[in-house]
């Protein structure tokens, strides 16, 4: 028998419009991130709020103990749902998500959150290499534009990208409604 957790990364203050490092289309994703959070908190899933904090004052966003670091309203943790601070990439790296998962014997999780090519991708890809059931709700989830080498990539395709790896080796990857129906 599976046991299910939602794992809801990094959707944060700074991410959002007037923040200090705005994602496109961060409100779509936390809204949908948010229908999401109500369906797992109503079929009594496991849920993990994930809250990254950069370790030093001078990061250019999630500030230790900033406004911009602080997890949005749109998916704001309640009392008794856990909240795992990282400092890293991985959400699993240097964390307790592991031994929190392992505690409530988790089998299955869902992924969602910002951004998709940086902390969606670590976690699900380390997720997937720990034997966990992974899926990702691609429509909530949000990045932004990159460069590379001179080379400028919309954020609508480095998020296609990152969704297409993922979902060619390592998760599920639908959309909330598709999630939402199963």
Not at 44 to 68: I, K, L, M, N, Q
Not at 107 to 118: E, I, K, N
Request: a negative charge; glycine letters at 6%; charged letters at 20%.
């Amino acid at each position: 028998m599976s046991k299910h957790a939602l794992i809801i990364i990094d959707i944060q203050n700074d991410y959002f419009p007037g923040g200090k490092w705005t994602l496109a289309g961060a409100d779509a994703a936390a809204d949908n991130a948010a229908k999401a959070l109500a369906a797992a908190r109503e079929r009594g899933d496991f849920v993990v709020h994930v809250r990254h904090e950069f370790e030093s004052a001078d990061a250019p966003f999630f500030t230790p103990g900033s406004e911009g670091a602080r997890i949005h309203s749109k998916v704001a943790a309640r009392d008794g749902e856990a909240v795992v601070l990282k400092h890293k990439v991985n959400a699993f790296l240097d964390t307790p998500l592991l031994r929190l998962l392992e505690e409530q014997r988790i089998t299955d999780l869902t992924v969602v959150g910002s951004m998709s090519h940086v902390c969606i991708d670590a976690a699900t890809r380390a997720a997937a290499d720990l034997g966990y059931s992974v899926s990702v709700l691609h429509d909530a989830c949000a990045t932004l534009d990159v460069e590379f080498n001179g080379v400028k990539v919309p954020a609508a395709q480095v998020h296609a990208a990152y969704m297409a790896a993922l979902a060619f080796g390592y998760a599920k990857v639908i959309s909330t409604e598709e999630w939402l129906a199963a």
